[in-house]
């Protein structure tokens, strides 16, 4: 038997030159991880199959020398998950966060993917995942968007220009045809700077761009709404009062506010709007693992929903999954004038699915540097 093993490497340049700044791919691939999430064709982590993943975290008072101390952002992430359907694929993503990174020039986060197969567990691709992680994460708001916003959607209103910022700006452009002004809203010039240098490079379509003062003139008037900030977590619900606020008169009838990061909206302005998230047993899970009040421990916007549940004020009835959406087993938009909520959690199945596409296309195109695991093992 021939039980030699080599598996690929993607770097980042390498990754890019395998397609993973391909929105519109990526937004497709997206589009079939919900079905196939919808379906029950999947594994992730935890008791249920549906956890975000397993955290690493450090104490506030370290007793040993060498150990980090908690900080803002100071974690390890493992993101495992198996994918069906046409991806029939393993993989997890692993990644170190620390806010101090910014300092060395480095991400908050730097992220690692690797890809197995199903049956043996052998090693198919080790990939440098930054760009992976923020396509994929953009490229669930442009499944909303391209279901959920108005067709005639003109200005989009970006709320924290980071690296979610931008992704989810391409995915609005790549599915909002009439899309050509974006409103930001950031709290550092070199963030918005970089953000604007990003809009005129990526997007000429896009032929107005505004630096807003205050949330609200961001807000006011635009078709496509999306936050993308950083948020804090704690099991003080009081965390909540540091999110930004929305207020619902400021929002233009027919908004569509894609959420992948955390806001601050009145309870009654939520109960009067279109729910709709990602996947719902995601929610679930989080409710289960982090009981009520699950928002301000998580900082995603469908723990806010399932909060309202809890106390009364909307039902399960009222919240929606993209994938019905997609498959036309339930509404959409309504009427021209739904406000639509859209939670984006993150999922590990979202980076298996993007991975494996990205992993397919590199060995289509001869990229990447093969490495070898053995020839033989020596113990098997």
């Known amino acids: ?202 997007f000429p379509s896009i032929d107005e761009i505004k630096v807003c003062d205050t949330i609200e003139e961001a807000v006011r008037g635009a078709d496509v709404i999306s936050f993308t900030t950083t948020a804090l977590t704690d099991d003080d619900p009081s965390v909540v009062n540091t999110y930004p606020y929305v207020d619902g008169s400021w929002v233009k009838p027919g908004a569509f506010i894609s959420m992948p990061s955390a806001a601050r909206f009145d309870d009654a302005f939520l109960s009067g709007c279109r729910l709709v998230v990602d996947n719902s047993k995601l929610y679930e899970a989080w409710e289960s693992e982090y009981p009520y009040p699950t928002y301000p421990k998580m900082g995603i916007i469908g723990c806010k929903f399932t909060d309202l549940i809890h106390d009364g004020k909307n039902t399960r009835g009222d919240i929606t999954d993209m994938a019905d959406i997609i498959e036309g087993k339930a509404d959409g938009r309504q009427s021209d004038d739904d406000i639509i909520v859209y939670s984006v959690g993150g999922m590990p199945v979202e980076d298996v699915a993007w991975g494996c596409s990205v992993y397919r296309r590199a060995k289509e195109l001869g990229i990447g540097v093969k490495l070898n695991l053995w020839d033989a093992p020596l113990m098997a």
């Open 1 to 202: 038997m021939d039980s030699r093993i080599d598996f690929l490497y993607l770097s980042e340049p390498d990754m890019v030159k395998a397609g993973v700044k391909d929105m519109k791919a990526c937004i497709e691939a997206m589009e079939d991880m919900l079905i196939l999430l919808k379906k029950g064709d999947y594994v992730m982590g935890g008791e249920n199959h549906n956890s975000h993943g397993t955290m690493v975290t450090f104490p506030d008072d370290p007793k040993f020398p060498g150990m980090p101390r908690n900080t803002q952002d100071r974690r390890f992430m493992a993101m495992p998950a198996y994918l069906g359907g046409r991806y029939q694929m393993a993989g997890v993503k692993w990644y170190g966060s620390n806010i101090e990174n910014k300092k060395k020039g480095l991400p908050r986060s730097i992220l690692m993917m690797i890809l197995n197969d199903k049956d043996t567990g052998a090693p198919l691709a080790v990939m440098s995942a930054n760009l992976l992680s923020a396509y994929r994460t953009g490229g669930i708001p442009g499944v909303g968007a391209k279901y959920l916003a108005r067709p005639d959607s003109e200005t989009a209103a970006i709320i924290g220009p980071g690296v979610m910022g931008k992704t989810s700006l391409a995915a609005f452009a790549a599915t909002c045809p009439k899309l050509h002004r974006v409103n930001i809203k950031g709290r550092g010039k070199a963030s918005i700077d970089s953000f604007a240098a990003f809009v005129k490079e990526e």
